[in-house]
């Protein structure tokens, strides 16, 4: 149905910034939502940034000010800018797209790209 597949991860000093991008394929009607979740090891999967279809946008308190998420409709893409990156931004990012196609609406996920932030 929907493939999701993502680019942009590897390892950064503290300090330094990282850009991730996500593309979405397969056969569907329109993207709603699309954005990034992380997960920590031992931790939760977490909301980082999410953007609506007009452009809408949702941090988590701990990227506001860093992380800079954008869409671009006509390519179903979504990019995610990390600047002044924390050793607390280590984790594994996946991207996320709320996806209305033939007989379905639902989340599609992507196979998570590390993100390693040294300090």
């Known amino acids: 149905q929907v493939q999701l597949v993502e680019s942009g991860g590897g390892l950064v000093q503290a300090g330094g910034s990282l850009r991730l991008s996500c593309a979405a394929s397969?056969?569907?009607?329109?993207?709603?939502?699309m954005g990034w979740y992380r997960q920590a090891s031992g931790k939760q999967r977490e909301l980082v940034a999410l953007?609506?279809?007009?452009?809408?946008?949702n941090y988590a308190d701990s990227v506001k000010g860093r992380f800079t998420v954008s869409r671009d409709n006509a390519k179903n893409t979504v990019s995610l800018q990390m600047n002044s990156l924390k050793a607390e931004d280590t984790a594994v990012y996946y991207c996320?797209?709320?996806?209305?196609?033939?007989?379905?609406?639902?989340?599609?996920w992507g196979q998570g790209t590390q993100v390693t932030v040294s300090s």
């Open positions: 397969g056969s569907f009607f329109s993207i709603n939502v």
């Open positions: 996320n797209a709320l996806v209305t196609g033939v007989g379905f609406r639902r989340d599609f």
């Open positions: 953007v609506s279809r007009g452009g809408d946008t």
